[in-house]
């Protein structure tokens, strides 16, 4: 999984506060899809669209000034006709899980803090598979199948919906 990661830094400016004087969570949701875009872009080799959002965290507020690193990864893939998580539809191309992770980071302190946690997923158009991705670490386990226990949670929440 290591091995798909991409990062990005910057410093958060004041064109980018909301109504309260911290960064509006637009401008990151934003900065995080297009570091999770070029993630799955770079990972595949080939023609993405974005699929959904699946799941976004605000932790923390991020403050004018701040020092924000985003780190993405895959976090896992799905193959052209295979199952849903849930068992319910096949895939009609390959999918791309990714998840990006802000942090606010202080230099002058040697501290950093989770800000934000946001989940994509991109279907892959002009293939017919793409790579597995394996943990390799037990902390990358345990973020993969919280993962895959949201979505096929997600996924039942919307059958029960559309079947009501």
Request: charged residues 20%; aromatic residues 8%.
């Amino acid at each position: 999984m290591y091995k798909t990661a991409l990062s990005n830094a910057l410093t958060c400016q004041p064109q980018a506060q909301n109504i309260h004087g911290r960064i509006f969570g637009g401008f990151l949701m934003r900065r995080a899809f297009e570091l999770a875009h070029a993630t799955a872009q770079l990972f595949s080799g080939g023609e993405i669209i974005f699929l959904e959002v699946d799941d976004v965290t605000f932790k923390r507020p991020v403050n004018i000034g701040d020092l924000l690193q985003l780190e993405s990864v895959v976090l896992y893939t799905q193959q052209k006709n295979e199952r849903s998580l849930a068992g319910i539809e096949q895939r009609p191309y390959p999918e791309i899980h990714v998840e990006v992770v802000a942090y606010v980071t202080d230099p002058s302190k040697l501290t950093s803090h989770v800000s934000n946690t946001f989940n994509f997923t991109f279907a892959v158009m002009n293939k017919e598979k793409v790579l597995a991705v394996y943990p390799g670490t037990e902390l990358e386990a345990e973020r993969v199948v919280r993962m895959m226990l949201t979505d096929k949670e997600q996924e039942e929440h919307d059958l029960a919906t559309l079947s009501s």
